[in-house]
């Protein structure tokens, strides 16, 4: 996988990740894309060893990064930084994929999620696309989450 795209997938899932481009590429053009994909610096090739240590701990000193928000709706309470859900006060145990599902749809703020874009954000790029997985996967959520009293 392309170091761009890791550090867009970084950014889309919202992972807590600082990261530091180190390319070959050292054209300004190629630096403003590397920080507009989300990359926090960015350090062109060739460089000074001492150089790329000051930058890793000069990312390392910056104040943390911002936990994901509590996620809340129709009863269900969702913390990305704790993997914790609650229904109506009420824990409730989700597997990893479960889970990562149940953030999405509950991201997407009421749209519609489909089979493929669950898919996509839940898992890899290996998954079968005519898997019947995402299918299951809801269904469980919904078993797992039951009706709202």
């Known amino acids: ?3 761009d795209d890791v550090c867009r997938k970084i950014v889309e899932l919202g992972m807590p990740t600082r990261v530091l481009m180190l390319t070959a590429s050292g054209d300004v053009s190629d630096r403003v894309e590397g920080l507009e994909i989300g990359a926090d610096d960015y350090l062109p090739k060739p460089f000074a060893f001492s150089e790329l240590i000051a930058r890793v701990r000069a990312l390392g ?3 943390s990064v911002p936990l ?3 996620l809340e709706r129709a ?3 969702l913390d990305p930084n704790r993997r914790e859900v609650f229904r109506d006060g009420r824990e ?5 994929k ?3 599902v149940l953030e999405v749809l509950m991201r997407s703020e009421g749209a519609v999620v489909s089979a493929e874009q669950l898919l996509e954000k839940a898992w890899d790029e ?3 696309p005519f898997t019947n997985v995402v299918r299951v996967t ?3 959520l919904r078993r797992k989450l039951g009706s709202r009293r």
């Open 75 to 77: 009863g269900i309470k």
């Open 92 to 96: 409730v145990q989700l597997a990893p």
């Open 61 to 63: 000193r910056r104040t």
């Open 126 to 128: 290996n998954t079968d």
């Open 98 to 100: 479960e889970f990562a």
């Open 1 to 3: 996988m392309h170091g």
């Open 68 to 70: 994901p928000p509590v």
């Open 138 to 140: 809801v269904m469980t």
